[in-house]
């Protein structure tokens, strides 16, 4: 079993920047990879980054070149800097984590990008 808790969501303007975190706690070393994504109203959930055991990375061609996931293993956090937000980046964001051949979410965080 895998925990996920994240924080960072909040309000913020066109043009800013805000930085999620999830930190994820029991079974760690079965961890293969550790993403993002995030559902707006009325939409489906989608990627918006991945890392895959600190090597591999991708990214929703939605955010790159402004959203950077990085990973954090002595701290078993992963982390999401985005910066430039566009109001189209307003959803609750989710932490997943892949292991043991199944997945396992975060309880979401808001963002709300305002114009």
């Known amino acids: 079993q895998v925990q996920l808790v994240e924080s960072g969501g909040g309000l913020v303007q066109a043009g800013g920047s805000l930085r999620l975190s999830c930190a994820a706690s029991g079974s760690i070393l079965s961890i293969n990879v550790m993403g993002w994504y995030r559902q707006a109203p009325g939409k489906q959930r989608e990627l918006v980054a991945a890392?895959?055991?600190?090597?591999?990375?991708n990214y929703a061609d939605s955010v790159k070149g402004r959203f950077t996931i990085s990973r954090d293993n002595a701290k078993n956090t992963v982390y999401l800097q985005m910066n430039s937000l566009k109001p189209e980046d307003t959803a609750v964001y989710y932490c997943?984590?892949?292991?043991?051949?199944?997945?396992?979410w975060g309880q979401g965080t808001q963002v709300t990008v305002s114009s």
């Open positions: 890392n895959r055991r600190g090597a591999i990375t």
């Open positions: 997943n984590a892949y292991a043991g051949w199944r997945d396992y």
